[in-house]
């Protein structure tokens, strides 16, 4: 999660005008310098309401949940298909740590819907993985745009929200505001200098259980014309029979993933690959670094547990943004 970090600006320096909100069961906020704009919280609003009526998993009326309840393809916005093909096209680079039809198991595991009270049974679990699979998945560009589930449930939660912050940041560019930050649910894009003009600060903070946004941080970067998002399982977890589940699941064993890293932090041109990566590597841990540094122009921060606590194991380009410790 991320805490911004608002630099003050000097005499004669352009106003910094924010505007909050809720979507997609979190908040949102977005900053810009300069003039007023008061047509834009309608602005916004519709470009919210456009990816929630595309991909939503609990809105039964979405474009995604109609793919999922129709036999064969269904005609869906350019957004989404996109959407889905950018999923689909990291689900190979990542070997399926990264895999939009994870949904059944989401479900299974107690993250959509009620809590489970025990853990699911082999059968269970064997019959939801058998509804997991990208090969399943087919698209088409041709007379309009259209996905076949081939009967998956298709969940791109996992890249829908840096999605969505890409489109505010075009939206809020259109309107002529060049300098701007937007932020939904702590992935964020950073677009000019901010009110210093040396770049948005921000803070990554420090993955541990019991902490409030901001109370403490592991890291301070800065960002001029870039995109970050951050995964981590220390919020989003609950115990089921003395065994602690986080929400990161790994589509290649239909269980929780288990590794020692507790954050992932993404630096990318772009918000959606930034999301998406997040959360790959919350499933490949620091063996997906490699597959990182052969994805430039894109920088990882992971942050590890282990026996002397918590260290930072990052990409060879990441320090570039990094502030002196916080």
């Not at 005499?11 to 810009?32: D, L, S």
């Not at 916005?77 to 039809?101: H, I, K, M, N, Q």
Request: some cysteine; aromatic content about 4%; overall charge negative.
């Amino acid at each position: 999660m991320w805490l911004l970090l608002a630099l003050a600006c000097g005499a004669g320096a352009p106003e910094v005008h924010q505007i909050r909100g809720e979507a997609f069961g979190t908040t949102w906020t977005v900053k810009w310098l300069g003039d007023a704009d008061p047509a834009m919280p309608d602005v916004l609003a519709g470009v919210l309401e456009e990816v929630d009526a595309g991909m939503s998993t609990w809105r039964p009326d979405s474009e995604i949940n109609r793919v999922r309840q129709t036999e064969g393809p269904v005609e869906v916005s350019r957004d989404t298909y996109e959407v889905v093909v950018a999923a689909l096209t990291l689900a190979s680079v990542t070997g399926g740590a990264f895999d939009p039809t994870v949904q059944p198991l989401v479900e299974l595991w107690g993250f959509h819907g009620e809590r489970r009270t025990t853990l699911p049974s082999e059968e269970a679990l064997a019959n939801a993985r058998g509804l997991v699979g990208v090969e399943r998945v087919k698209t088409r560009s041709d007379e309009g745009f259209w996905v076949d589930g081939g009967g998956t449930a298709l969940d791109l939660s996992a890249i829908a929200k840096g999605h969505a912050v890409d489109q505010v940041s075009r939206a809020v560019l259109s309107r002529g505001h060049e300098n701007h930050l937007v932020e939904i649910g702590g992935e964020v894009r950073a677009a000019g200098g901010g009110p210093s003009g040396t770049g948005w600060r921000l803070g990554v903070d420090a993955p541990e259980e019991g902490l409030e946004g901001g109370e403490k941080l592991a890291a301070i970067l800065t960002l001029v014309d870039r995109s970050l998002a951050t995964s981590g399982n220390y919020r989003n977890v609950y115990e089921i029979d003395g065994v602690t589940v986080g929400h990161t699941l790994d589509p290649r064993t239909g269980r929780p993933a288990v590794n020692e890293v507790r954050s992932a932090t993404v630096v990318a041109d772009d918000c959606r690959s930034a999301d998406g990566w997040a959360t790959a590597l919350m499933v490949l841990g620091t063996e997906g670094l490699p597959l990182v540094e052969a994805s430039a122009p894109i920088e990882a921060m992971l942050l590890v547990e282990g026996a002397e606590g918590i260290t930072e194991v990052s990409t060879t380009g990441m320090g570039r943004y990094r502030n002196p410790a916080p």
